[in-house]
């Protein structure tokens, strides 16, 4: 078994590379800690029942691409040009950090409902 030592010392991080031909090359993309994940959750914003995910995609892609060593090749604040790049791209950097993750579309689900009853329920670790 697994002491708290031994967990500690793990590097769990996993960085995979992604093929971008609409960007001519190759982008990293990197899982994110639990801390990343109960952000990018916390920016998924419910009103009137409804989710608003503006963003969403691209903030991910802000929060997981990285280079091979898992240095962030993006900052805060290049949403605005970041959305503006090929969706196709985006959304293949996206959906291997969803898949590095382990988001899934039930968890989205889950997430909307939470937040429709209780705003602070977003947190993540359910």
């Known amino acids: 078994m697994l002491d708290r030592d031994a967990i500690k010392g793990i590097q769990d991080i996993r960085v995979e590379k992604v093929d971008v031909p609409e960007w001519g090359g190759e982008v990293y993309v990197k899982s994110l800690s639990g801390s990343q994940r109960d952000e990018w959750e916390n920016g998924i914003v419910v009103s009137g029942g409804k989710m608003d995910v503006r963003g969403v995609m691209v903030r991910l892609v802000i929060m997981t691409a990285c280079d091979e060593t898992g240095k962030p090749v993006f900052k ?51």
Request: cysteine-free; aromatic content about 2%.
């Open 76 to 126: 805060r604040g290049d949403e605005t040009w970041l959305n503006e790049k090929s969706s196709k791209a985006l959304t293949r950097l996206a959906d291997k950090a969803r898949e590095l993750a382990g988001l899934t579309q039930k968890d989205i689900e889950v997430l909307a409902k939470n937040s429709e009853t209780d705003p602070s329920a977003n947190s993540g670790s359910n």
